[in-house]
């Protein structure tokens, strides 16, 4: 299943066709996003679950069958299988719901379950595929109007941008990683390690562009390996600023490497790096006192 893709199809959140609340569909009766409520789908107010939730999500076919059951539950589970996200409103969070059906397609399976509310419906084209569904918002009926679409670093869970590290689209794999960093801090390391890995030379540059400006400290031979072997200036130019900035004991020996490398400001770094090395170096000599100007404690002159 494919995963939220960022610059794909953005014209269609502003169509109605493409973007238009279940709810207002309903009443309208002419939406291809609306569907009305079924005989088989009830929600109420939430209280203790009769029945666990189940749902089976395979080959673009889903099945929910669910009994007075948790409709954040369900709608969490089913945003884990199908690998969408799925946001629900504070106020649509706390109700529970009942429904049976068997392989149904995603979109409609959903417009099932959703029957009683206002709905958004984010419907996006990859490269090389045609439109499928990509996002879902859910607000109770009659308060999704009016509502403007939002980009998914306002909404989108920590979890759900740790998925969009595996996405085809290389820009939003770098947006992931650049939220993430924003968000995590130092605990967004391993993210960073993983995108540094990346094949694609932007996702790169910005996991390592994101790690560096938080300070985060990425290990030493990492950062080592990037300016000897990554392809992109970009990367080794930060890989050697993140060297020089963690006052790592190998920033001179690869910073002295730098010096032939093919980019010009990758070479113009490290002169820099060599030459604030070498007054910090002569400063520390310059503040330490020789031995012949040091006396030797409770030990009292000699006569000449």
Same mark, same amino acid.
Not at 157 to 181: N, Y
């Given at each position: 299943?494919?995963r939220?893709?960022?610059?794909?199809?953005?014209a269609w959140?502003?169509?109605?066709?493409?973007f238009?609340?279940?709810?207002?569909?309903?009443?309208?009766?002419q939406?291809? %996003?609306?569907?009305?409520?079924?005989?088989?789908?009830?929600?109420?107010?939430?209280?203790?679950?009769?029945?666990?939730?189940?749902?089976? =999500?395979?080959d673009?076919?889903?099945?929910?069958?669910?009994?007075?059951?948790s +409709?954040?539950?369900?709608?969490?589970?089913?945003?884990?299988?199908?690998?969408i996200?799925?946001? %629900?409103?504070? *106020?649509?969070?706390?109700?529970s719901?009942?429904?049976? =059906?068997?392989?149904l397609?995603?979109? !409609?399976?959903?417009?099932?379950?959703l029957?009683?509310?206002?709905? =958004?419906? =984010?419907?996006?084209?990859?490269?090389?595929?045609?439109?499928?569904?990509?996002?879902?918002?859910?607000?109770?009926?009659?308060?999704?109007?009016?509502?403007?679409?939002?980009?998914?670093? !306002?909404?989108?869970?920590?979890?759900?941008?740790e998925?969009?590290?595996d996405? !085809?689209?290389?820009?939003?794999?770098?947006?992931?990683?650049?939220?993430?960093?924003?968000?995590?801090?130092?605990?967004?390391?391993?993210?960073?390690?993983?995108? +540094?890995?990346?094949?694609?030379?932007?996702?790169?540059?910005?996991?390592?562009?994101?790690?560096v400006?938080?300070?985060?400290?990425?290990?030493?031979?990492?950062? *080592?390996?990037?300016? +000897?072997?990554?392809?992109?200036?970009?990367?080794?130019?930060?890989?050697?600023?993140?060297?020089?900035?963690?006052n790592?004991?190998?920033?001179?020996?690869?910073?002295?490497?730098?010096? *032939?490398?093919?980019?010009?400001?990758?070479?113009?770094?490290?002169?820099?790096?060599?030459?604030?090395?070498d007054?910090?170096?002569?400063?520390?000599?310059?503040?330490?006192?020789?031995?012949?100007?040091?006396?030797?404690?409770?030990?009292?002159?000699?006569?000449?």
């Amino acid at each position: 299943m494919q995963r939220v893709s960022l610059s794909a199809c953005v014209a269609w959140l502003l169509s109605i066709s493409a973007f238009a609340p279940v709810g207002s569909a309903q009443q309208a009766g002419q939406s291809q %996003l609306g569907s009305r409520a079924t005989p088989d789908v009830q929600t109420h107010a939430s209280g203790p679950s009769d029945q666990q939730v189940s749902v089976a =999500f395979k080959d673009g076919q889903l099945s929910v069958r669910v009994q007075n059951g948790s +409709l954040e539950r369900l709608t969490d589970d089913i945003s884990r299988q199908a690998q969408i996200p799925i946001v %629900l409103s504070e *106020n649509v969070g706390s109700q529970s719901a009942s429904v049976n =059906f068997q392989k149904l397609p995603l979109d !409609k399976g959903l417009r099932r379950i959703l029957a009683r509310y206002d709905a =958004f419906f =984010f419907y996006g084209v990859d490269e090389h595929d045609s439109s499928s569904l990509k996002a879902v918002w859910v607000y109770p009926k009659g308060q999704g109007r009016g509502i403007a679409p939002a980009p998914p670093e !306002k909404w989108a869970s920590t979890k759900e941008f740790e998925a969009m590290l595996d996405d !085809k689209d290389p820009t939003v794999r770098g947006k992931a990683i650049e939220t993430l960093v924003e968000r995590k801090g130092e605990e967004a390391l391993d993210a960073v390690l993983r995108s +540094l890995q990346d094949d694609d030379d932007q996702v790169r540059r910005q996991a390592l562009y994101g790690a560096v400006t938080v300070g985060m400290r990425v290990p030493g031979d990492v950062l *080592n390996n990037l300016v +000897l072997t990554d392809p992109s200036a970009d990367v080794r130019f930060l890989a050697l600023q993140g060297l020089s900035n963690s006052n790592s004991p190998d920033a001179r020996q690869i910073a002295q490497h730098a010096l *032939n490398d093919p980019s010009e400001p990758v070479r113009l770094e490290a002169r820099e790096i060599i030459t604030r090395l070498d007054e910090e170096a002569n400063q520390s000599q310059q503040q330490t006192p020789s031995s012949a100007d040091q006396q030797q404690p409770n030990q009292p002159p000699q006569n000449l």
